[in-house]
């Protein structure tokens, strides 16, 4: 009975009092407008906010889906300004604290180093980046890190280069006289070359490297010329018979995608890893690092992290062939089927950077062109 009375009289109040009830719902309501108003745009901005931007110098097609799952999986838009890595670097340079860059992607760990000696990177201050990357693969602070490996190695056309010859083929070797008009390699220019010629400062001292060279070049088959895949071809086509070129140049050959000429080319020549019986063969990195003036720091360092996860990595060096920094990712089954436990030289990848400026040096005295 109480609670019987108690609804009649709620309900006489309200019919009572229904208009000056309508009035304060519609105060309250259009007060709080504004502060919906507001915090409708806060969450606008945020949104438009979360992005990461990224110059690279990385000519892969397949980093395009890569940038897509990334915003699907963390809702970071991916902007991207693509070029050659010396024309970002000075585009970097003039944009100075200005600049809408918060990572910097590429290829060869002395196209890093050249921005690190500017002083545009930050330190890496993440243990989820810096703990499963190995410290030869890390920039000196960890300014930058790799996010996957190729190796720069040796193919021969079986029918003009014995297994004798070929076993336990050294970097070194390939300056005696028997390699005398039979070695094709592209230009000193190329900044492949440059830190491989680094890495043999690094590991022999600049005196016998430049002795080296200076072989080396005289077994030339023909003018340096063309990319990576122009060497392997040559050799294909018996204009060389051997020729030095990074590992993956074989793998995206092998695939088709570079169609089926080239995949003949790719059927005819066999792929030998260097310096097996002592240091190992010599090795590149592609990489990234996280830009001082970068705007979206946090975005950047969670870039890198999706980089180097073990689902991000079995992605990439099965669609770049390269081979994967996680020690627990196999790389593509077509380079795999050319071993995966080759031996590889630890030194230092900074060093190619470091010893870059002697490398091209010692290259113009050697008359490599």
């Known amino acids: 009975m109480a609670l019987s009375r108690r609804n009649k009289n709620f309900n006489k109040f309200i019919v009572e009092n229904h208009s000056q009830l309508g009035k304060i719902f519609l105060m309250k309501l259009l007060y709080k407008i504004p502060l919906f108003s507001f915090l409708f745009i806060i969450a606008f901005e945020t949104l438009y906010a979360s992005e990461v931007n990224i110059y690279t110098s990385r000519h892969y097609d397949s ?50 180093w ?18 499963i990357v190995p410290k030869n693969l890390r920039g000196p602070n960890d300014e930058w890190v790799a996010t996957a490996k190729r190796a720069r190695v040796i193919f021969y056309n079986p029918k003009k280069v014995s297994e004798s010859e070929i ?14 008009g039979r070695i094709a390699i592209r230009s000193s220019s190329n900044m492949y070359n440059q830190s491989l010629v680094a890495s043999l400062i690094s590991n022999l001292g600049e005196k016998v490297t430049e002795e080296w060279a200076k072989n080396f070049v005289a077994n030339f ?12 071809i040559a050799v294909a086509n018996d204009e060389a018979d051997i020729a030095i070129a990074n590992s993956y140049y ?7 995608s570079k169609g089926d000429e080239q995949l003949e ?21 592609s990489g990234a690092g996280i830009l001082k003036n970068s705007p ?13 996860s073990e689902r991000v990595q079995n992605y990439m060096v099965n669609i770049s062939f390269e081979y994967p920094v996680l020690k627990d990712v196999l790389p593509n089954p077509i380079m795999a089927a050319f071993g995966t436990d080759f031996k590889v030289d630890e030194v230092s990848v900074a060093s190619y950077g470091e010893l870059n400026p002697q490398a091209v040096k010692l290259m113009d005295r050697s008359g490599w062109q």
């Open 63 to 112: 980093d395009e889906s890569l940038y897509a799952e990334f915003t699907k999986e963390t809702g970071i838009k991916v902007n991207v300004i693509s070029g050659k890595g010396s024309a970002l670097l000075e585009r970097l340079k003039a944009e100075g604290k200005n600049s809408p860059a918060d990572i910097f992607f590429t290829v060869d760990a002395g196209n890093l």
């Open 114 to 131: 050249k921005v690190q000696k500017e002083g545009l990177f930050s330190r890496i201050n993440s243990k989820n980046i810096t703990s």
């Open 167 to 180: 076993k336990n083929l050294s970097y070194e070797d390939l300056a005696k006289p028997e390699w005398k």
């Open 221 to 232: 088959a023909r003018k340096p010329q063309g990319n990576d895949r122009s060497q392997i």
């Open 250 to 256: 074989l793998g995206i050959m092998l695939s088709r």
């Open 265 to 285: 080319a790719a059927k005819k020549v066999k792929m030998h890893f260097p310096n097996q019986q002592n240091r190992g063969s010599h090795i590149n990195i």
């Open 296 to 308: 979206n720091k946090d975005n950047a360092v969670s870039f890198l992290e999706f980089l180097l």
